[in-house]
């Protein structure tokens, strides 16, 4: 058995130390964000249950997904460590772990993008067909294989660059351009969602500012919690 | 007179009914709501179908609102104020 060094140890212990640090933090961000959103969608149940809103609906089933969607969000990320790779992609494609790795980055990318469409649904169903919802569905399914399929950092940027840009801009051109704190959030909300996206898609994308944009995420989500709350009556 | 919306179409005729106590019967409800016969039935046939009011053979038929009914008058305000802040 080979004998440490007492600065090897050290180094050891360091290193240890960061890993439990980083899946600490993975820990608690993914806590406060599935709480938050769960909470967001038991918090409407009742109104959407007495006024059968198709909006309250649509809302609520942005909150829900969200928050499985950062169930398998942090699922990746403890795989990841557990596998000491940087991307899905670098599971060993002939071990079962790759396929589990890949459903999950899958549901993890069409519960996301289908969570954001809901939201999109929530302010637009009244100016859109129902079909909207499938297409909406089909286009969240196409995003998801294609981001198994592709093991392209720039693909995945390009894609879920062009669906911000697209979703900002219904976002601002939607209810007859009437500005207020809402759109800045749901533009902050649809931000981060990309950001987290990447996070997942390209290895050591946050780098140093991981910290920064894990507790402005987690801000935005408290946000919208404390909005909720504030008028349904639970604060 | 702005058009109502939906909402509160449902809370005026659930406070007819309410007002009401368990004694008024289709056709006086139909006059006091001011809404045509067609969707009368609609908005009569999706309160019973979602339990907000139920019919109750004394006398002939009458209508009375459900706890889920009156719980709905209880939470309008709510409802309204949440679908106007996030714009839904």
């Known amino acids: 058995m080979p004998i440490m060094t007492g600065r090897a140890m050290m180094g050891n212990i ?13 820990i608690i961000y993914s806590f406060v964000i599935i709480l938050a959103s769960l909470m967001i969608y038991y918090g409407t149940k009742e109104l959407y249950e007495l006024s059968g809103h198709k909006g309250i609906k649509y809302f609520r089933q942005a909150f829900l997904y969200f928050a499985l969607a950062y169930f398998f969000r942090s ?6 460590r557990y596998f000491n790779v940087m991307a899905v992609f670098d599971i060993d494609p002939r071990s079962i772990n790759s396929i589990i790795g890949q459903t999950t980055l899958f549901l993890y990318i069409y519960l996301s993008t289908m969570a954001i469409f809901y939201l999109l649904l929530s302010v637009k169903y009244k ?16 995003v998801g294989i294609i981001s198994v399929i592709y093991n392209n950092p720039l693909s995945h940027l390009v894609i879920n660059l062009g669906l911000l840009v697209v979703v900002v801009g219904v976002v601002i051109l939607s209810k007859s351009g009437k500005k ?27 780098r140093t500012f991981q910290l920064i944009i894990y507790l402005a995420s987690s801000g935005i989500f408290m946000t919208m919690l404390y909005r909720v709350l504030r008028n349904t009556g639970g604060k | 007179m702005a058009k109502r919306g939906k909402l509160e179409i449902i809370k005026d005729l659930l406070i007819i009914v309410n ?23 609609e908005y009569y046939q999706e309160l019973i179908n979602k339990g907000l009011i139920k019919e109750k053979n004394n006398d002939g038929k009458v209508v009375m609102i459900t ?14 104020n949440f679908i106007k802040e996030f714009d839904l």
Do not use: C
């Not at chain 1, 360091?14 to 993975?26: A, D, P």
């Not at chain 1, 699922?75 to 990841?80: D, E, G, H, P």
């Not at chain 2, 706890?67 to 309204?80: C, H, M, P, Q």
């Open chain 2, 19 to 41: 007002d009401s106590h368990g004694r008024i019967k289709t056709t006086p409800l139909l006059r006091q709501t001011n809404l045509s016969t067609t969707r009368f039935k």
């Open chain 1, 75 to 80: 699922s990746i990320k403890f795989a990841l």
């Open chain 1, 127 to 142: 100016q859109w067909k129902n079909e909207s919802v499938m297409f909406l569905q089909t286009l969240a399914v196409i």
């Open chain 1, 180 to 206: 207020n704190n809402l759109q800045i959030i749901y533009i902050l909300l649809l931000l981060f969602w990309v950001l987290n996206v990447l996070d997942v898609m390209i290895p050591g994308f946050f």
């Open chain 2, 67 to 80: 706890d889920k009914g009156i719980k709905f008058l209880e939470k309008y305000s709510t409802i309204v």
């Open chain 1, 14 to 26: 360091m290193v240890n130390g960061m890993m439990n640090e980083g899946l600490s933090l993975e």
